[in-house]
């Protein structure tokens, strides 16, 4: 009597399996996220502000794209230029500590203390609400600035991606960066206090698209973190 006999899968089988696989996940890339619990977040974050008109600008993008992002404010520019920080606040992005005046580099747990907790009282004079993030300026965080953030039981946020504004790339430049290493979950580091020359501004919609593109969420700082803390991911405070 004859049997049927399942043949051992050859290696031309294996490899035209390996290449359709590839071919459908391209075609129907939902199939892949209908696997992952939830779509990538990438949180937009500005440093440095809030600039009178470049704050105003980065305002007007996002709320064209219906988006949140987080502004990393210095306490000196927030008493130059409230109007800009009220606005953010307003338009529901968040608005975190940044430090008084972007000094850090020789000065005490105590001295750095003061700087953070004046830029928070001021915050929170004009929008109601106190930072709990806190960015250490350039990314630096130093011994002072540990303690002080464990002092004042604030989180110490960094980011993924560096858009480099601040070097004056084009904006195709940054863009084309961004979008080429964006693959996980990310935090991406702007300036909306820069110079003339930088392109921040002309990159922004580039770079929103892109990322929309590419199936990311937009999320402020706290939904980010929130969101990976609740999934034991990392532990805040
Ligand atoms: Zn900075």
Not at 16 to 38: C, G, N, T
Not at 87 to 93: D, I, L, Q
Not at 96 to 108: F, I, L
Not at 203 to 226: C, H
Request: aromatic letters at 10%; hydrophobic letters at 40%.
């Amino acid at each position: 009597m004859k049997c049927l006999q399942l043949k051992k899968p050859t290696l031309a089988f294996i490899l035209a399996w390996a290449i359709l696989s590839v071919f459908l996940l391209r075609l129907f890339p939902f199939f892949v996220h209908a696997q992952a619990d939830r779509e990538k977040m990438v949180a937009l974050t500005f440093d440095d502000g809030p600039h009178p008109l470049h704050t105003e600008q980065i305002l007007d993008i996002l709320a064209s794209c219906q988006i949140k992002a987080t502004f990393f404010v210095l306490g000196c520019n927030v008493e130059l230029y409230p109007k800009p920080l009220l606005r953010a606040s307003a338009e529901g992005h968040e608005i975190e500590n940044h430090s008084y005046d972007h000094q850090t580099r020789g000065r005490s747990a105590r001295d750095l203390s003061a700087s953070i907790v004046k830029t928070g009282d001021i915050i929170e004079r004009l929008t109601g609400k106190r930072p709990t993030y806190f960015r250490p300026p350039e990314g630096k965080s130093t011994k002072a600035v540990e303690t002080a953030i464990r002092q004042l039981s604030l989180v110490e946020v960094f980011w993924t991606l560096d858009s480099r504004d601040w070097t004056g790339k084009s904006p195709l430049s940054i863009a084309q960066s961004i979008l080429k290493e964006a693959n996980g979950d990310e935090v991406i580091l702007f300036h909306d206090y820069t110079c003339p020359s930088h392109n921040t501004m002309d990159a922004l919609p580039v770079v929103i698209e892109g990322l929309k593109s590419k199936g990311y969420t937009f999320v402020t700082i706290d939904t980010y973190f929130s969101t990976l803390a609740r999934e034991g991911a990392l532990t805040l405070w």
